[in-house]
């Protein structure tokens, strides 16, 4: 997909953060955008950003408040989107949330309801709008992480949830070539978002010890990141240099990114007596 003119895009998770970035850079590119999130207030106010990007009278913006978590919810929203707005040329699934604790201090109801969001959420979405691109063709983006492909101290449950996301999208891709439909993962790493503020209230020593090596990157060079990796329909979509070689070291020296990381987790453990 070299050109974003006259596309209509679907994004969740898309009145912030990375997602309102996509959204902006889209529009600036001539697409119509279609966010949906929980909070109606916020998209409302994500929608006027939007729309100040756009380039030509004819590009529509709109959104829906949803929560992918619940599946009749995702079913009358998106049938309703689908008969509003059209069929979306790109979906993509950036709704997500993440509460980084101990292990032991996550409780099955926290677990539930990050399961829900960050893979089932994907999966409701993507299933209903599939049989619908499939005569067209299209592009699917799911968001998953960094952490969905290198497991994380503090992050149990959300790498539970964004392995699945990369494991779901690349069997997805393989069943949908011959639909001119393109799949590829957004593995992000730390990125200055409202939702990552929300993570380092409940992070562990351990996990920001882990975090402080990396930089810290703006949602907007993430959302460039992902239209350049469109264009090259490349299927891992990794936006920095950190994260590229993190994941390179993992497949080919997978012991010696772990020999670092528990030599951080160590250290923070020996300066708090444990």
């Known amino acids: 997909m070299q050109d974003f003119n006259s596309k209509i895009a679907y994004i969740t998770g898309g009145s912030s953060g990375i997602g309102l970035a996509v959204a902006k850079l889209l529009a600036a590119g001539g697409a119509s955008i ?15 950003q939007i729309g100040k990007c756009r380039i030509s009278p004819e590009q529509r913006f709109s959104c829906l408040p949803l929560d992918v978590s619940e599946r009749e919810d995702v079913e ?18 950036c709704a997500g949330k993440a509460k980084p604790n101990y292990y032991e201090n996550i409780p099955y109801s926290q677990f539930d309801e990050i399961i829900k969001t960050d893979l089932y959420g994907t999966w409701n979405t993507t299933s209903l709008l599939v049989p619908l691109m499939k005569d067209r063709g299209g592009y699917i983006i799911n968001v998953s992480s960094i952490a969905g492909f290198i497991g994380v101290f503090g992050y149990t449950d959300y790498a539970a949830a964004k392995f699945g996301v990369v494991g779901f999208s ?50 907007e060079d993430v959302a460039k990141a ?9 299927f891992i979509i990794i936006p920095n240099f ?8 993992k497949r080919l020296l997978p012991g010696l990114v772990e020999m670092v990381t528990d030599s951080q987790v160590k250290s923070v453990q020996k300066a708090k007596g444990k």
């Open 76 to 93: 009358a929203v998106l049938f309703r989107a689908v008969a509003d707005f059209g069929v979306p040329d790109i979906l993509i699934n």
């Open 170 to 219: 690349e069997a997805l891709r393989s069943e949908l070539k011959k639909y001119n439909i393109a799949v590829s993962v957004l593995c992000p790493p730390d990125t200055d978002t409202p939702g990552f503020a929300e993570e380092n209230k409940t992070k562990p020593e351990e996990t920001k010890a882990i975090s402080s090596t990396a930089r810290l990157m703006k949602a």
């Open 226 to 234: 992902l239209l350049k990796g469109m264009k090259k329909q490349e």
């Open 34 to 48: 279609l966010i949906f999130a929980r909070r109606a207030q916020v998209l409302e106010e994500a929608l006027l």
């Open 242 to 249: 950190d994260g590229k070689f993190t994941y390179i070291m």
